[in-house]
């Protein structure tokens, strides 16, 4: 690594921990503001029953922080948990956009592409919240209930198109934990234990059996 690229990875983990604090005090913020200006307060005897649902959530950022940081790059991945919508928005236009450029793992060149495409997306998907937000304020009543029907198969298509482009790029990483953990699934709602195998589950399982099976394979020369 040159003198340059530490200078440049080091400028954006200041700014990305920066803007990091920001939002995460702009968010925190929120709900403190409503609680002010409503003259209510949160019901504190609750907050032990969501402690278990609370550290899910944790668990699953830190899984999602580890897991994409190799295909988000430095300012990629600090713009995508600032900005949100990573595996249905950022994940996919970041791949394609190295697919598209023709780009190497661990260059600089992906780490540009995938910044500035990342970039890109997070504009275009404010401008697009911003133009639907005036017709769904006018007809609201109306689009809700012509989308209510489709909504169900929305982010099974996403996650459908996101891993078929993982498994077409990383075939022999991505087969084991794609067929263990759809048996996963099937026996365990066969068996009624649906809610145990959910998508922190899979994540936690999918990268256990990843990490094996790419060493295994790394070590007898087949990647």
Known sequence: MTKMDNKYNDEMHRLGRLFTWIALGLITLLPVCYCLTAEVEPIWSKIPECLMFILGYLAIGLVEALSYAPLLGTGG???????????????????????????????????????????????????????????????????????????????????????CVLASRYLKVAAAPFVLCILLCVVGHLGGMGALFNQGTMILVGMAVSAITTTVLYRRGRL
């Open 77 to 163: 991945q600090y713009l995508s948990f600032i900005t949100g919508n990573i595996s249905n928005l950022k994940l996919p236009c970041a791949l394609n956009s190295q697919a598209i450029a023709g780009v190497k793992n661990g260059t600089e060149e992906k780490e540009i592409v995938t910044t500035v495409s990342i970039a890109v997306c997070s504009i275009v998907t404010t401008l697009v919240i911003v133009l639907g937000l005036i017709p769904l304020v006018v007809f609201q009543k109306k689009i809700v209930d012509l989308l209510l029907p489709i909504s169900p198969y929305v982010v099974p298509a996403i996650f459908g198109g996101l891993s």
